[in-house]
């Protein structure tokens, strides 16, 4: 979308392939770096409230447009080693940023951007932990992460690619196994979970990121609007073969066309029932990710 519109054109509305033409250019951008998250999802949710090209052309003006290259810096402000990135890339070393937690009758929380030491160490006295690696870089290839929770408990949260190994011992309480025996990436760390847990326990759990689950929530979305338009397209030929038919003497291929038709309409409400279901598990899953 440009900020250069024609006069009166503004107040046209937008189609919902406009909106995902824009949220096309955000994924985008999300992904060069251009914006970081909480940019993205405001101007994501701005994008799906436009109803006119009024609202839409701000939301891209500070963005390339697709397929146009910007034109790169003369210098460059930041050095990088040749083949950064991925996991090579948040295997970082160091000390790490943070290098223990403690929860006495409350709570803490390691997430977001931080580097994971070597050792982390961490206490929960009725009280509880959260230590979250997804989005965290590792001082080394293999991290330990040492729990001690008594009556209280702790939650592990790796990302998706990363290798779990749990050694810890529980006396009336646990330690969280379902995470174990998932060959990590190549490359990628490999988590160590140990520690003791009296009367509580230490749940490990792999997520995908906040973006990532975005993402994939608009892969899903995509889809069903592919789904929808084959199905309009469908039920549409349909309707015209009927149409050309009525006039026909053949019975037979008339009726063949208003079955067609019908078939298309259940299938189209099948459709609708599943994109339903699907609609209420994403919102288990939200409320489960917030929770």
């Known amino acids: 979308m440009t900020d250069e519109l024609p006069d ?98 409350g709570g803490f929380e390691r997430k977001g951007r931080w580097t994971m030491p070597k050792r982390f160490n961490s206490f929960a006295f009725w009280g509880g932990g959260v230590i979250d690696l997804r989005e965290a870089n590792f001082a080394d290839g293999e991290v330990v992460v040492n729990c001690v929770a008594i009556m209280g408990g702790m939650s592990v949260i790796v990302p998706p690619g990363v290798e779990v190994v749990v050694r810890g011992i529980g006396v009336m309480g646990g330690f969280d196994h379902r995470e174990e025996g998932v060959e990590g990436d190549p490359g990628a760390p490999r988590v160590v979970v140990t520690g003791f847990a009296f009367w509580g326990g230490v749940g490990v759990e792999r997520k995908v990121t906040k973006a990532e689950r975005l993402r994939q929530k608009e892969e899903r979305r995509l889809e069903k609007l592919e789904r929808k338009a084959a199905r309009q397209e469908e039920l549409e030929e349909s309707r015209r073969r009927a149409l050309e038919g009525t006039g026909s003497l053949d019975h037979r291929g008339s009726l063949d066309d208003a079955r067609s038709i019908h078939r298309a309409a259940m299938e189209q409400h099948r459709e609708l029932m599943r994109e339903h279901r699907e609609a209420r598990r994403e919102e288990r899953r939200e409320r489960r990710d917030r929770d």
């Open 8 to 105: 009166g054109l503004p107040e046209l509305r937008a189609s919902d392939a406009d909106r995902e033409q824009v949220a096309e250019v955000l994924r985008d951008a999300l992904a060069e770096g251009r914006l970081d998250m909480e940019e993205f999802e405001e101007r994501l949710e701005a994008t799906y409230k436009a109803r006119t090209y009024k609202e839409l052309a701000p939301i891209t003006r500070d963005l390339p447009a697709p397929g146009v290259t910007p034109p790169a810096p003369t210098v460059s402000m930041v050095k990088q080693p040749a083949g950064a990135g991925g996991w090579a890339g948040r295997i970082v070393g160091g000390d790490g940023s943070s290098r223990w937690g403690v929860a006495v009758l």
